[in-house]
Protein backbone atom coordinates (compact mmCIF):
# COMPACT_ATOMS: atom_id res chain seq x y z
CA UNK A 1 0.00 0.00 0.00
CA UNK A 2 1.63 3.16 -1.15
CA UNK A 3 1.67 5.92 1.98
CA UNK A 4 1.06 8.52 -0.80
CA UNK A 5 -2.57 7.70 -0.09
CA UNK A 6 -5.02 9.82 2.17
CA UNK A 7 -7.26 6.88 1.81
CA UNK A 8 -7.75 4.02 4.30
CA UNK A 9 -6.93 0.19 3.75
CA UNK A 10 -9.92 -1.58 4.40
CA UNK A 11 -8.63 -5.06 4.82
CA UNK A 12 -5.80 -7.13 3.06
CA UNK A 13 -6.28 -7.20 -0.45
CA UNK A 14 -8.15 -3.67 -0.75
CA UNK A 15 -6.33 -0.74 -2.51
CA UNK A 16 -7.84 2.74 -1.47
CA UNK A 17 -11.59 3.30 -0.78
CA UNK A 18 -12.64 5.49 1.95
CA UNK A 19 -15.05 4.35 5.17
CA UNK A 20 -17.56 7.24 4.37
CA UNK A 21 -17.82 6.12 0.89
CA UNK A 22 -18.51 2.64 0.27
CA UNK A 23 -20.49 0.47 -2.38
CA UNK A 24 -23.80 -0.69 -0.92
CA UNK A 25 -23.64 -4.28 -2.88
CA UNK A 26 -20.66 -6.54 -1.86
CA UNK A 27 -21.19 -8.46 -4.77
CA UNK A 28 -21.23 -7.70 -8.79
CA UNK A 29 -25.05 -7.41 -10.31
CA UNK A 30 -26.25 -10.10 -12.28
CA UNK A 31 -28.16 -8.57 -15.26
CA UNK A 32 -31.71 -10.90 -14.94
CA UNK A 33 -31.84 -10.47 -18.88
CA UNK A 34 -35.42 -7.89 -18.12
CA UNK A 35 -34.03 -5.91 -20.98
CA UNK A 36 -34.46 -9.11 -23.02
CA UNK A 37 -37.08 -7.91 -25.15
CA UNK A 38 -35.50 -4.95 -26.83
CA UNK A 39 -33.55 -5.13 -29.37
CA UNK A 40 -29.33 -4.84 -28.87
CA UNK A 41 -26.35 -4.96 -30.70
CA UNK A 42 -22.81 -4.45 -29.73
CA UNK A 43 -21.36 -2.34 -31.50
CA UNK A 44 -17.55 -3.47 -30.60
CA UNK A 45 -16.47 -6.51 -28.95
CA UNK A 46 -14.92 -5.22 -26.40
CA UNK A 47 -17.19 -1.37 -25.90
CA UNK A 48 -19.99 0.09 -26.93
CA UNK A 49 -23.94 -1.29 -26.93
CA UNK A 50 -27.43 0.33 -28.50
CA UNK A 51 -30.67 -0.27 -27.49
CA UNK A 52 -33.43 -0.06 -30.02
CA UNK A 53 -36.80 1.16 -29.20
CA UNK A 54 -36.14 1.71 -25.14
CA UNK A 55 -37.41 5.01 -24.24
CA UNK A 56 -35.34 6.04 -20.57
CA UNK A 57 -38.46 7.94 -19.57
CA UNK A 58 -40.55 5.06 -19.60
CA UNK A 59 -37.94 2.98 -17.81
CA UNK A 60 -38.61 5.76 -15.19
CA UNK A 61 -41.69 3.96 -14.64
CA UNK A 62 -40.36 0.17 -14.60
CA UNK A 63 -39.33 -1.71 -12.03
CA UNK A 64 -36.06 -1.87 -10.25
CA UNK A 65 -34.74 -4.79 -11.26
CA UNK A 66 -35.19 -3.49 -15.15
CA UNK A 67 -32.86 -0.47 -14.06
CA UNK A 68 -30.35 -2.45 -12.16
CA UNK A 69 -30.66 -4.62 -15.84
CA UNK A 70 -29.54 -1.42 -17.33
CA UNK A 71 -26.96 -0.45 -14.91
CA UNK A 72 -24.87 -4.28 -15.16
CA UNK A 73 -25.49 -3.47 -18.81
CA UNK A 74 -23.82 -0.06 -19.05
CA UNK A 75 -20.80 -1.41 -16.66
CA UNK A 76 -20.17 -4.47 -18.59
CA UNK A 77 -20.34 -2.55 -21.85
CA UNK A 78 -18.75 0.80 -20.85
CA UNK A 79 -21.37 2.84 -22.62
CA UNK A 80 -24.82 2.25 -23.94
CA UNK A 81 -26.74 4.01 -26.48
CA UNK A 82 -30.02 4.86 -26.94
CA UNK A 83 -31.30 7.17 -30.12
CA UNK A 84 -34.23 9.83 -29.92
CA UNK A 85 -34.71 10.26 -26.33
CA UNK A 86 -38.05 12.55 -25.02
CA UNK A 87 -36.07 12.54 -22.01
CA UNK A 88 -36.22 16.20 -20.44
CA UNK A 89 -33.00 17.59 -18.31
CA UNK A 90 -35.10 17.40 -14.59
CA UNK A 91 -36.30 13.30 -15.96
CA UNK A 92 -32.71 12.39 -17.00
CA UNK A 93 -31.74 13.92 -13.15
CA UNK A 94 -34.30 11.31 -12.02
CA UNK A 95 -32.85 8.80 -14.10
CA UNK A 96 -29.19 8.85 -13.29
CA UNK A 97 -30.01 9.08 -9.57
CA UNK A 98 -32.18 6.01 -9.37
CA UNK A 99 -29.42 4.06 -11.48
CA UNK A 100 -26.39 5.25 -9.60
CA UNK A 101 -28.22 3.88 -6.12
CA UNK A 102 -29.83 0.85 -7.34
CA UNK A 103 -26.27 0.03 -8.90
CA UNK A 104 -25.46 0.47 -5.12
CA UNK A 105 -23.84 4.11 -4.54
CA UNK A 106 -22.45 5.10 -1.35
CA UNK A 107 -25.64 6.59 0.49
CA UNK A 108 -23.62 9.77 0.93
CA UNK A 109 -23.06 9.95 -2.78
CA UNK A 110 -25.92 12.46 -5.29
CA UNK A 111 -25.57 13.65 -8.53
CA UNK A 112 -22.11 15.85 -9.08
CA UNK A 113 -22.35 19.86 -8.72
CA UNK A 114 -19.53 20.94 -11.44
CA UNK A 115 -16.92 22.89 -9.86
CA UNK A 116 -17.48 25.60 -13.05
CA UNK A 117 -21.05 25.24 -12.63
CA UNK A 118 -22.65 28.80 -12.67
CA UNK A 119 -24.90 30.04 -9.21
CA UNK A 120 -28.50 30.11 -10.76
CA UNK A 121 -27.64 27.71 -13.80
CA UNK A 122 -30.76 27.91 -15.97
CA UNK A 123 -31.27 24.15 -15.67
CA UNK A 124 -29.79 23.88 -12.27
CA UNK A 125 -26.54 23.11 -10.12
CA UNK A 126 -27.12 19.25 -11.18
CA UNK A 127 -26.60 19.72 -15.14
CA UNK A 128 -23.60 20.68 -16.96
CA UNK A 129 -24.43 22.43 -20.00
CA UNK A 130 -22.40 21.22 -23.08
CA UNK A 131 -21.86 23.98 -25.73
CA UNK A 132 -19.67 24.60 -28.63
CA UNK A 133 -21.18 28.21 -28.50
CA UNK A 134 -20.13 29.33 -25.20
CA UNK A 135 -16.87 26.91 -26.00
CA UNK A 136 -16.05 29.78 -28.35
CA UNK A 137 -16.82 32.52 -25.74
CA UNK A 138 -14.15 31.04 -24.16
CA UNK A 139 -16.48 29.58 -21.58
CA UNK A 140 -17.77 26.39 -20.98
CA UNK A 141 -16.79 23.13 -19.07
CA UNK A 142 -14.69 21.18 -22.27
CA UNK A 143 -12.82 25.01 -23.04
CA UNK A 144 -9.55 23.48 -22.30
CA UNK A 145 -10.40 20.59 -23.86
CA UNK A 146 -11.31 22.20 -27.29
CA UNK A 147 -7.95 23.50 -28.32
CA UNK A 148 -7.95 22.63 -32.52
CA UNK A 149 -4.05 23.45 -32.19
CA UNK A 150 -3.08 20.20 -30.13
CA UNK A 151 -3.62 16.50 -30.73
CA UNK A 152 -7.40 15.78 -30.56
CA UNK A 153 -6.56 12.34 -28.65
CA UNK A 154 -5.71 15.96 -26.15
CA UNK A 155 -9.01 15.80 -24.86
CA UNK A 156 -9.31 12.16 -23.70
CA UNK A 157 -10.58 11.61 -19.81
CA UNK A 158 -13.00 10.19 -17.45
CA UNK A 159 -15.12 13.27 -15.98
CA UNK A 160 -14.43 14.76 -12.49
CA UNK A 161 -11.54 12.42 -11.61
CA UNK A 162 -10.18 15.14 -9.24
CA UNK A 163 -12.82 14.49 -6.94
CA UNK A 164 -12.36 12.13 -3.79
CA UNK A 165 -15.75 10.65 -4.47
CA UNK A 166 -15.83 10.90 -8.56
CA UNK A 167 -18.70 9.66 -11.05
CA UNK A 168 -19.59 6.14 -11.51
CA UNK A 169 -22.61 7.06 -14.00
CA UNK A 170 -22.95 9.86 -16.88
CA UNK A 171 -25.60 10.45 -18.98
CA UNK A 172 -25.06 12.98 -22.11
CA UNK A 173 -28.08 14.04 -24.23
CA UNK A 174 -27.47 16.21 -27.92
CA UNK A 175 -29.87 18.27 -28.81
CA UNK A 176 -28.37 20.43 -31.24
CA UNK A 177 -25.89 19.27 -33.80
CA UNK A 178 -23.85 20.43 -36.96
CA UNK A 179 -24.83 18.77 -40.00
CA UNK A 180 -21.64 16.62 -39.69
CA UNK A 181 -19.05 16.41 -37.24
CA UNK A 182 -18.95 16.46 -33.41
CA UNK A 183 -18.53 12.70 -32.88
CA UNK A 184 -17.66 11.43 -29.68
CA UNK A 185 -15.33 8.54 -28.72
CA UNK A 186 -15.12 5.87 -25.57
CA UNK A 187 -12.41 3.95 -24.96
CA UNK A 188 -12.26 0.84 -22.33
CA UNK A 189 -10.30 0.84 -18.97
CA UNK A 190 -11.14 -2.58 -18.70
CA UNK A 191 -9.53 -3.58 -22.19
CA UNK A 192 -6.56 -1.34 -21.75
CA UNK A 193 -5.77 -3.37 -18.72
CA UNK A 194 -6.28 -6.29 -20.18
CA UNK A 195 -3.45 -5.19 -22.89
CA UNK A 196 -0.87 -4.82 -19.91
CA UNK A 197 1.57 -8.02 -19.23
CA UNK A 198 1.35 -9.50 -16.12
CA UNK A 199 4.59 -7.86 -14.52
CA UNK A 200 3.32 -4.67 -15.63
CA UNK A 201 -0.19 -5.33 -13.96
CA UNK A 202 1.02 -6.32 -10.78
CA UNK A 203 3.31 -3.56 -10.74
CA UNK A 204 0.40 -1.16 -11.27
CA UNK A 205 -1.67 -2.10 -8.82
CA UNK A 206 0.50 -1.11 -6.14
CA UNK A 207 0.79 2.31 -7.03
CA UNK A 208 -1.77 5.41 -6.80
CA UNK A 209 -1.78 8.75 -8.78
CA UNK A 210 -2.79 12.27 -8.16
CA UNK A 211 -5.60 13.65 -9.84
CA UNK A 212 -5.75 17.53 -10.40
CA UNK A 213 -7.86 20.48 -11.43
CA UNK A 214 -6.51 23.08 -10.02
CA UNK A 215 -6.36 24.84 -13.28
CA UNK A 216 -10.09 25.45 -13.08
CA UNK A 217 -9.38 28.15 -10.55
CA UNK A 218 -7.63 29.95 -13.39
CA UNK A 219 -11.28 29.00 -15.36
CA UNK A 220 -13.13 30.12 -12.77
CA UNK A 221 -11.32 33.95 -12.04
CA UNK A 222 -10.99 34.44 -16.26
CA UNK A 223 -14.48 33.51 -16.38
CA UNK A 224 -15.84 35.65 -13.63
CA UNK A 225 -18.01 32.86 -12.28
CA UNK A 226 -16.56 31.74 -8.03
CA UNK A 227 -15.41 27.97 -8.25
CA UNK A 228 -18.46 25.97 -6.17
CA UNK A 229 -16.78 25.00 -2.93
CA UNK A 230 -19.93 23.66 -0.82
CA UNK A 231 -20.58 19.92 -1.12
CA UNK A 232 -20.25 18.81 -4.54
CA UNK A 233 -22.79 15.70 -4.40
CA UNK A 234 -21.16 14.14 -1.43
CA UNK A 235 -19.63 15.64 1.79
CA UNK A 236 -15.84 14.20 0.46
CA UNK A 237 -16.24 16.66 -2.10
CA UNK A 238 -15.90 19.92 -1.20
CA UNK A 239 -13.47 23.04 -0.60
CA UNK A 240 -11.47 24.66 -3.40
CA UNK A 241 -8.29 21.80 -3.41
CA UNK A 242 -9.27 19.91 -6.85
CA UNK A 243 -6.75 17.60 -6.16
CA UNK A 244 -7.11 14.27 -5.03
CA UNK A 245 -5.17 10.54 -5.14
CA UNK A 246 -7.00 7.32 -6.25
CA UNK A 247 -5.62 3.94 -7.28
CA UNK A 248 -4.24 3.36 -10.50
CA UNK A 249 -6.00 0.29 -11.01
CA UNK A 250 -9.27 0.07 -9.64
CA UNK A 251 -11.96 -2.42 -9.27
CA UNK A 252 -15.81 -1.62 -10.58
CA UNK A 253 -17.83 -2.86 -7.95
CA UNK A 254 -20.97 -3.56 -10.83
CA UNK A 255 -18.84 -5.79 -12.87
CA UNK A 256 -15.89 -6.91 -10.14
CA UNK A 257 -13.35 -6.13 -13.00
CA UNK A 258 -9.85 -4.23 -12.68
CA UNK A 259 -9.70 -1.25 -14.95
CA UNK A 260 -7.04 1.52 -15.44
CA UNK A 261 -7.96 4.41 -13.83
CA UNK A 262 -5.62 7.34 -15.07
CA UNK A 263 -6.77 9.53 -17.68
CA UNK A 264 -4.82 12.88 -20.02
CA UNK A 265 -7.50 15.40 -18.61
CA UNK A 266 -6.66 15.31 -14.88
CA UNK A 267 -4.05 12.20 -13.99
CA UNK A 268 -0.37 14.79 -13.37
CA UNK A 269 1.72 12.48 -10.97
CA UNK A 270 2.04 8.29 -10.28
CA UNK A 271 3.16 8.43 -6.70
CA UNK A 272 5.88 6.53 -4.87
CA UNK A 273 8.03 6.57 -8.13
CA UNK A 274 10.74 9.47 -9.55
CA UNK A 275 9.04 12.17 -11.85
CA UNK A 276 10.51 10.37 -15.21
CA UNK A 277 9.46 7.49 -14.44
CA UNK A 278 5.85 8.45 -13.61
CA UNK A 279 5.89 10.57 -17.25
CA UNK A 280 6.86 7.41 -19.28
CA UNK A 281 4.44 5.42 -17.52
CA UNK A 282 1.52 7.67 -17.86
CA UNK A 283 2.59 8.32 -21.42
CA UNK A 284 2.42 4.20 -21.97
CA UNK A 285 -1.04 4.13 -20.88
CA UNK A 286 -2.28 7.46 -22.53
CA UNK A 287 -1.00 5.56 -25.64
CA UNK A 288 -2.81 2.21 -25.07
CA UNK A 289 -6.09 4.85 -24.42
CA UNK A 290 -5.50 6.60 -27.72
CA UNK A 291 -3.53 4.28 -30.62
CA UNK A 292 -5.82 1.06 -29.74
CA UNK A 293 -8.60 1.93 -31.84
CA UNK A 294 -9.64 -1.40 -31.06
CA UNK A 295 -10.47 -0.30 -27.60
CA UNK A 296 -12.65 2.27 -28.64
CA UNK A 297 -16.23 2.70 -30.16
CA UNK A 298 -17.20 6.10 -31.75
CA UNK A 299 -20.22 7.45 -31.96
CA UNK A 300 -22.26 9.06 -34.92
CA UNK A 301 -24.44 11.29 -32.76
CA UNK A 302 -28.02 12.58 -34.61
CA UNK A 303 -30.75 14.81 -32.38
CA UNK A 304 -31.72 14.14 -29.52
CA UNK A 305 -29.61 10.57 -29.09
CA UNK A 306 -28.35 10.35 -25.87
CA UNK A 307 -25.32 8.31 -24.33
CA UNK A 308 -25.23 6.50 -20.71
CA UNK A 309 -21.46 5.71 -19.82
CA UNK A 310 -19.42 4.02 -16.67
CA UNK A 311 -16.92 6.36 -16.10
CA UNK A 312 -14.87 4.46 -13.46
CA UNK A 313 -14.09 2.17 -16.54
CA UNK A 314 -14.36 4.00 -19.45
CA UNK A 315 -12.71 7.30 -20.70
CA UNK A 316 -14.03 9.66 -23.50
CA UNK A 317 -12.93 12.08 -25.80
CA UNK A 318 -15.33 14.81 -27.90
CA UNK A 319 -14.29 15.49 -31.43
CA UNK A 320 -14.05 19.48 -32.16
CA UNK A 321 -14.23 18.96 -36.42
CA UNK A 322 -17.30 20.98 -37.05
CA UNK A 323 -18.34 24.72 -37.27
CA UNK A 324 -21.91 24.95 -36.51
CA UNK A 325 -23.77 24.95 -33.18
CA UNK A 326 -23.91 21.57 -31.31
CA UNK A 327 -25.33 21.79 -27.32
CA UNK A 328 -26.55 19.02 -24.65
CA UNK A 329 -27.19 18.24 -21.37
CA UNK A 330 -24.96 16.07 -19.01
CA UNK A 331 -26.11 14.95 -15.68
CA UNK A 332 -23.69 12.87 -13.37
CA UNK A 333 -23.98 11.17 -10.35
CA UNK A 334 -21.04 9.78 -7.96
CA UNK A 335 -20.10 6.18 -6.74
CA UNK A 336 -17.55 4.88 -4.51
CA UNK A 337 -14.33 6.73 -3.48
CA UNK A 338 -11.91 4.29 -6.06
CA UNK A 339 -10.94 1.34 -4.54
CA UNK A 340 -9.03 -2.24 -5.78
CA UNK A 341 -9.95 -5.51 -4.89
CA UNK A 342 -6.22 -6.84 -5.41
CA UNK A 343 -8.05 -10.29 -5.97
CA UNK A 344 -11.05 -8.89 -8.50
CA UNK A 345 -10.74 -10.56 -11.78
CA UNK A 346 -9.87 -8.94 -15.36
CA UNK A 347 -12.59 -8.48 -17.83
CA UNK A 348 -11.35 -11.26 -20.43
CA UNK A 349 -10.79 -13.75 -17.45
CA UNK A 350 -14.43 -13.11 -16.48
CA UNK A 351 -15.69 -13.52 -19.68
CA UNK A 352 -13.44 -16.40 -19.99
CA UNK A 353 -11.53 -15.02 -22.67
O1 LIG B 1 -19.14 16.83 -26.01
C1 LIG B 1 -18.95 15.63 -25.90
O2 LIG B 1 -19.11 14.83 -26.84
C2 LIG B 1 -18.51 15.03 -24.60
C3 LIG B 1 -18.39 16.04 -23.53
C4 LIG B 1 -17.94 15.42 -22.25
O3 LIG B 1 -16.78 15.20 -22.01
C5 LIG B 1 -18.95 15.02 -21.25
O4 LIG B 1 -20.15 15.18 -21.49
O5 LIG B 1 -18.55 14.52 -20.19
FE1 LIG C 1 -16.54 14.23 -20.09
Redo the contacts with the bound molecule.
Keep these: MPSATTHAVVGFNIVGGHPDSRPTIDKPLVNSGSLGNFEQNDITPVIGTEFYGLQIRDLLQWKDQAVKDLAATVSQRGVVFLRDQDVTPTEMKDFIIRLSTLAGCPTTSGLHVHPLTEEGSELGDQI?V?SSEKQKKGGG??HQ?SDVSRFAST?W?S?ITFEKVPSDY?M?K?HTLPKTG???LWASGYEIYDRLSDPMKRFLEGLTATHDANFFHGEAERLGNPLRKAIRGSPLNQGTDLKTVHPVIRTNPVTGWKSVYVNKGFTKRINGVSKDESDMLLAYIFNLVTQNHDAQVRFK?KKNDCAIWDNRSTL????YDYSGA?A?D?V?SLGEAPYLDVDSKSRREALGE
Design positions: SILTLGHDALIGDTWHCATRGRA
